[in-house]
Structure formats: C-alpha cells, structure tokens
C-alpha cells in the first residue's frame, strides 16, 4: 500500500472517530434533553388534571372523570393516563400501544428512552381523593432523536468530503518529491540518470531528495565507470595502440567467427601490407614519426573499407598490416585495392622518404569458408610483391573463379525470382538459459531455396543488400513466421533484421501495422540487429525499439562487445537483451583474457536489468567456462544445431 493511501486511511480514521464521537455525543446528550422535556411535561400534565378532577372526583363521577381525561388523552402525546381512588382501584384508564413510526428498530434499541410518567394526588380540601398517572408516548422524542441524528450523519458526511478532498490535494502537494522520487527510481531501472533541480521546503523531504540526487550521481559515476574501464580493456586486449586497428589476436578471433556464423559463405577479400624500411626510418627520424606513419596508413584504410559491413582491419605487428574484406565481387576488389594501395603510396611519407617502402598482397575468394587459405595465398603474394622493387602490389596468382558462382547479374535475377515465387525459407536454431532443458526461444535463420539445396544467408545476403532486396526479404520471413506461429503458438522467436529495412520509412509503417495484426506473434517476437547498427544510426534504431515496445514485441542486440564504444547507448535504449560476438565464446575456456572481457561485459549488461548470451557455443569447455563466468544462456552447435521446421 503506498504512503499516501496509508495517509489518507489515517484522515478517515480520524475523520470517523472524531464525527462518531461527535454524532454519540450529540445524539445522547439530545436524549437526556428529550427526556426531561417530556417527563416535566408528563408531571405538569398530571399536576393540572389533579386539579382539573377534584371537583368531580369528591362526588365520584367516573363519567365526568373520564370525559375530562379523554380531553386530553385524545391529543395522541400520552401512552397511558389513569386515575386511581384511595383503595387504589383504577377507576378510570386510558392507554395506546407504543407504535413508533419512521424511525428504525435498531435506533429505538440503541437509545431505549425509559418512560416518562408523571404522578399527582387528586385532593379536595385537607381530604385525598385519589391518584392521577400520566405516561407519555416516546414516539414523538425518537422521531426528534432520529431527525438530529440523520442531521448529525449528513453533517458528517459533508465534513468527511470536504476532508478528503483538501486531504487530497495537500497530500498530493506535499508528497509530490516522493512521486519524483519514485520516477528517479524508476528511470535508474531504465537506465537512466535524472537530477532532481528543484528541491521541497519541508526540511525532511528536502534531506530525501538531496541523498538521492546525490545516489544518482554515485550511480552514474559507477556505471561510466565500469563503461569506461571496460572499454580500456578492450582496446588494450583487443586494439594495437598505436593505429586503434585490431591486433593480431583480435584479427585471427573475428576472421575465424566470421567464417563459423552465418556469414560464412559469402565472398571476400583479404590483403596484407608491410611496410619496408621501418627500422632505418625510425633511426632517422625517430619513433613517433614512424607511428605516425603507421597512422596514417590505418587512415586511409578506414576511409575505403570502415564503411564495409564485417570489414575487419589490423596491424598484425610491426609494419605489417592487415585487411579482411567480404561481400565484394572479383572485380570491385580489383578496383578497390588497386585504389588503396594508390592513396597508400601518395602518402608524404613514401614520397619523402629513401628509407620506407610499401607491399601488398592480395588474395580473393568466391566463398570464404572453413578450411580457405586466403591468409596463405596473400603471404605468398606478398612474398612476390617485395621482389617488385621499393613498391609492389600482387594478387594470388592461381586464384580463378570457382564454378558453379554466380556473377552479380544472375544474382540479382535469382533473388528477384526467389521474393516472387516465396522461395525463401528459415530453419530454427535453440537459444538455452543456463541450467534450462528447454530453449528460451529460436533464432530464426534465413535460408535460400537453391534446387534441392538451402544457401545460407552469408552466401546471398551480401548480394541482395547492394541491389536492394533486404526490406522485402525481412518483409517475406515475418510474414512466413506468422504463419508458421499460427501453429506452434507455443514459441518464441528471434529474427535478424537489416539496418537497411530499420531506416526504410515505408517498412517502418508496414511493421507497425504488420505487428498490431498479429498481437500474438509479436509478444513473441523478439527483432535483433548488430551492435554496429548503432553508430551507424542511433536514431532509427532508438524507433525502431520503441515501436517494438508500443507492440508488445522487442529488440536485441547482437555481436555486443565487438565495438566497446556503444556501451554508453545501454543506458537508455529499451532493450530486452544482449548476445556476446562469438569472437570472445570461441576458445574461451583456455583465454583467461576473453573470460575476463566477458565478466566485465555481463556486469554492465546486468546493471542495466539486461540479460547476456553467448553466440557460437561448440565444445562443452567453452559452454561450462561461459556457465561459470555467469552468463544467462548461449547458442551454438554444441547446444542445438538449426533444424528446418
């Protein structure tokens, strides 16, 4: 019960003990009047018939005694009159039953008025004649009683109204920091951090408000602590130093998951550079110039590839450096490496300098899966490139084009004849919470319907983003799960979903009215989106999540960790939960640096009420390693593999 009902029920109990009081008081201290008033008026009766009697009284005329009864006996105030001689025989009487009208029973039995009655000798002379009673009827005085205690009650009832309203409205005044109190509360739970500006002048109320501005404060300053000391760890584990690229550990972890998630599959390209003449360069020039050049060779290779979707950048260690990057055709890469090795070479550093020279080798593959040599075949081309001269770039000489791949324009017909025809289907793959037989939902796959084969999603996926086909692609799957739902009502999903289709206004307002259609399905529908979608655009994203909870359904967000720098965005972002990048799962079991990485993710992710899982769990060490860091659950192979519905 909250305080201000526990306020207002202690008013009531006032309220209603002063006015029950108040109403007892009144009510019995009018029965103690009343009945005065009609015993007196009893006597008086009796004293003035005595008189009125004693002349015909000392003749003994019963008749004339009785008509001057009947006078005033036939008033209707009088329960019984008598007159009784000196032998005490009733002589005369005159009485009515007590029929009370108007008033309860109840009331009657709770006042109970004793009978007013009044006495007086008939005498004539020094001679008694006889004895007058005068009873009077109490109808009259318990009508009187009733009347002032419904007065009283109305009275009572007016008050009580009047105090609950005023009650009301200065509770509501003065309880209004504690409401605020309550949303600051509240918004720490959202993940946000509200100061209260304006403080309450009750003194008490006003100490409140100022400890928990001050808990806030301390609150917030944890968390961007714990942010920032984790985003500290990843970049040292994780980043070389110097160019902020991924070091060669980090490089080999993400290529390596790359290859295992679904993306695997689709083309790629990887190149490595060294940079010749590293050593004679820093003698002359020292140190810092030479990072400065390293520097500016990771800028120019942000600019052409930090815009590439799975792009992974590195300097692999000294002058060496290294780019994988997928979803490009033969010939794109081609052009694109021809012109970044160009923008290499006019950097001022190349062009100033006797001492440094710049290599490339460049190695292409149709589909990059388990089992490519593409790290080996660019060595090798390297190899080649450094006996060019100062400068060089070589691709892998043997690389040709395996058969059985499509070129960009069949491509674009296949998946255009797949969306007309429905040829896109889904398999099922369990997501588990730790220590539960049964999966907390399935993670809906994307699959091709190639003949008698299923492509996986990073063989065509890749295709159909450059030629625009994502938004009816991710139109086509939910509608395909809402059907499929209609018969498994029982299960929950989660749905990859493109950031192109996320900043498409018309699929936007096609997903509002899609999800208040099927209401069942969507507070079974859980919609993801990688972590790089934020930087990207933070404010279709930030839509996009509340048009989800409007819906009953809700947003996830994948490969977490990869990119430390969208931690700040938890703290606002309504999200349901967050799934580890696979790069930090795969062989955690034997990197104490990935376990602890991981712990420092789960703590943020759980003080911000979210729930953690892990991607890409294939042996039981890793599984048992992650249940022991503290994770909520996990998907992999060695959890369940993806099964066709």
Not at 394 to 404: I, R, T
Request: proline share 3%.
């Amino acid at each position: 019960m909250t305080l201000y009902r526990q306020l207002i029920l202690a008013i009531t109990f006032l309220i209603v003990c002063l006015m029950a009081g108040n109403v007892v008081v009144s009510v019995f201290n009018a029965r103690g009047n009343v009945f005065e008033q009609i015993q007196v008026h009893a006597q008086d009766t009796a004293t003035s018939l005595g008189l009125t009697i004693s002349h015909v009284a000392e003749d003994k005329d019963e008749a004339q005694i009785g008509s001057f009864i009947d006078v005033v006996f036939d008033r209707g105030y009088y329960r019984e009159i008598s007159y009784k001689s000196l032998s005490g025989e009733i002589s005369v009487v005159r009485e009515q039953p007590i029929v009370i009208e108007g008033v309860p029973q109840w009331f009657v039995d709770v006042i109970e008025l004793p009978l007013p009655t009044g006495h007086s000798e008939v005498v004539s002379g020094w001679f008694r004649l006889g004895e007058v009673l005068v009873v009077t009827h109490p109808g009259f005085a318990y009508r009187d009683l009733w009347r002032t205690f419904n007065e009283q009650l109305w009275l009572f009832l007016v008050t009580a109204v009047l105090s609950y309203g005023l009650a009301g409205v200065g509770l509501g005044y003065l309880l209004r920091p504690l409401k605020k109190v309550e949303d600051q509360a509240e918004a720490i739970c959202r993940r946000e951090f509200p100061i209260q500006e304006q403080l309450p002048k009750t003194p008490e109320l006003k100490r409140m408000v100022l400890a928990m501005n001050r808990m806030v404060r301390k609150i917030q300053a944890m968390f961007q602590e714990q942010v920032e000391l984790t985003e500290s760890l990843h970049r040292q584990a994780y980043l070389d130093p110097v160019t902020q690229l991924s070091n060669r550990r980090d490089f080999d972890s993400r290529f390596e998951a790359f290859i295992k998630s679904e993306q695997g599959g689709s083309p790629g390209l990887l190149m490595l550079i060294q940079v010749g003449g590293m050593q004679a360069f820093n003698d002359r020039f020292g140190r810092s110039a030479g990072d400065q050049c390293l520097k500016d060779i990771a800028r120019v290779l942000e600019h052409a590839f930090g815009e590439n979707k799975g792009a992974i950048l590195s300097r692999r260690g000294g002058a060496d450096l290294c780019v994988f990057c997928p979803a490009l055709e033969r010939s794109e890469a081609e052009e694109q490496l021809q012109q970044v090795f160009s923008e290499l070479l006019a950097i001022s550093w190349f062009e100033e300098s006797e001492e440094l020279g710049l290599h490339a080798g460049a190695a292409f593959s149709e589909q990059v899966m388990l089992g490519n040599k593409l790290l080996e075949q660019a060595d090798l081309a390297l190899r080649q490139a450094q006996h060019q001269g100062r400068s060089g770039l070589q691709w892998f000489a043997s690389v040709q084009q395996e058969s059985g791949v499509r070129s960009a324009g069949e491509w674009r017909s296949v998946l255009q004849a797949a969306i007309s025809d429905r040829r896109f289907a889904f398999q099922l793959q369990p997501v588990f919470a730790v220590e539960s037989p049964e999966p907390v939902y399935h993670e809906v796959l994307c699959r091709l319907r190639d003949g008698d084969a299923l492509l996986s999603a990073g063989v065509f996926l890749p295709m159909a983003e450059r030629f625009g086909l994502l938004v009816e692609i991710d139109k086509l799957m939910l509608q395909e799960l809402a059907e499929y739902h209609r018969a498994h009502s029982e299960q929950s999903f989660c749905v990859n979903i493109s950031l192109r289709s996320v900043i498409d206004g018309d699929f936007m307002v096609w997903l509002k009215d899609f999800l208040a259609t099927h209401q069942a399905f969507a507070s079974q529908l859980l919609l993801k989106l990688p972590e790089q979608a934020l930087s990207s655009n933070e404010a279709a994203v930030r839509e996009l999540a509340a048009l989800l909870v409007a819906s009953g359904a809700g947003l996830s967000l994948d490969h977490f960790g990869a990119s430390a720098s969208a931690f700040h965005y938890l703290q606002s972002m309504p999200l349901r939960g967050l799934k580890i990048d696979r790069c930090f799962v795969q062989g955690i079991d034997s990197n104490p640096d990935n376990q602890f990485f991981v712990k420092s993710l789960l703590q943020i992710a759980h003080s911000c009420d979210l729930k953690l899982f892990a991607e890409g769990v294939e042996t039981d060490g890793e599984w048992s390693t992650l249940m022991q860091v503290g994770v909520d659950g996990g998907q992999g192979y060695h959890l369940g593999k993806p099964e066709s519905p």
